[in-house]
């Protein structure tokens, strides 16, 4: 089946500075990548939606100058949070499209745990 | 807007029961629902997916169901063991994939 991955598996970094996630399709194109976050014992929470050659589409209350999303190239989807601070800490999954026939189907990563300190 | 729920939010059973999670969702304009396993501070394995066009999905001893009309989607579990203890997670993929809060499986031996 169809793989996403997903670096670093794990990252920690101190407040103030920045972090790139990088999800990646691996074994397919992807137009459209989704990012979420998953709070301890909480449910996922869509972030954005990447767009491969255009700019994210930012659910609401979502930070797009906090969490940069750069979808350049049909294969690499990356999220940069910004000067993180300790309640950016969570777990963010990224999961990307693969169009069959008239549908669709979405893989995703095995996340990536952000602690920042 | 889609709204997605699980029910029960935890459950505990002893090892070899038979078990039915539930999820409702409040619009049926979808193109699938995806059943996933969650362990604790992991990633998602799916388990089950069932496009809108059909009503159920089966491996081994998982069966999951769907009922667009009613907005409904039940995972039934067999012969549950301990190994099976994880949090399940729904997902309804409509324009966007809304997941549920989960149901926190505990199978005891």
């Known amino acids: 089946g169809a793989v996403v991955s997903q670096h670093p598996s794990r990252v920690i970094c101190k407040s103030g500075t920045s972090v790139k996630i990088e999800c990646r399709s691996l074994?397919?194109?992807?137009?459209?990548m989704f990012w979420y976050r998953q709070f301890p014992k909480q449910s996922l929470m869509l972030m954005a939606t990447?767009?491969?050659?255009?700019?994210?589409?930012?659910e609401q209350g979502v930070e797009k100058d906090k969490f940069l999303i750069n979808h350049a190239s049909l294969t690499l989807s990356t999220l940069t949070v910004t000067s993180a601070h300790p309640e950016d800490s969570s777990f963010y999954i990224c999961?990307?499209?693969?169009?069959?026939?008239?549908?669709?189907?979405?893989?995703f990563g095995p996340g990536t745990r952000l602690t920042v300190t | 807007k889609q709204e997605v729920t699980q029910i029960p939010a935890a459950l505990s059973v002893p090892e070899g029961e038979n078990l039915v999670l539930n999820c409702s969702f409040t619009?049926?304009?979808?193109?699938?629902l995806q059943w996933f396993r969650q362990d604790p501070g992991k990633g998602l394995t799916s388990l089950l997916l069932i496009q809108s066009s059909q009503r159920e999905q089966t491996s081994g001893r998982l069966n999951a169901s769907l009922d667009k009309s009613s907005g409904r989607s039940t995972l039934y579990i067999a012969a549950s063991q301990p190994g099976d203890s994880a949090t399940y997670l729904c997902?309804?993929?409509?324009?966007?994939?809304?997941f549920g809060a989960g149901t926190r499986l505990f199978v005891k031996a």
């Open positions: 990447s767009n491969e050659g255009s700019k994210a589409t930012y």
């Open positions: 074994d397919f194109q992807a137009t459209t």
């Open positions: 999961s990307a499209i693969l169009l069959i026939g008239g549908g669709n189907e979405q893989y």
């Open positions: 997902a309804v993929t409509g324009f966007k994939t809304i």
């Open positions: 619009d049926s304009a979808i193109y699938n």
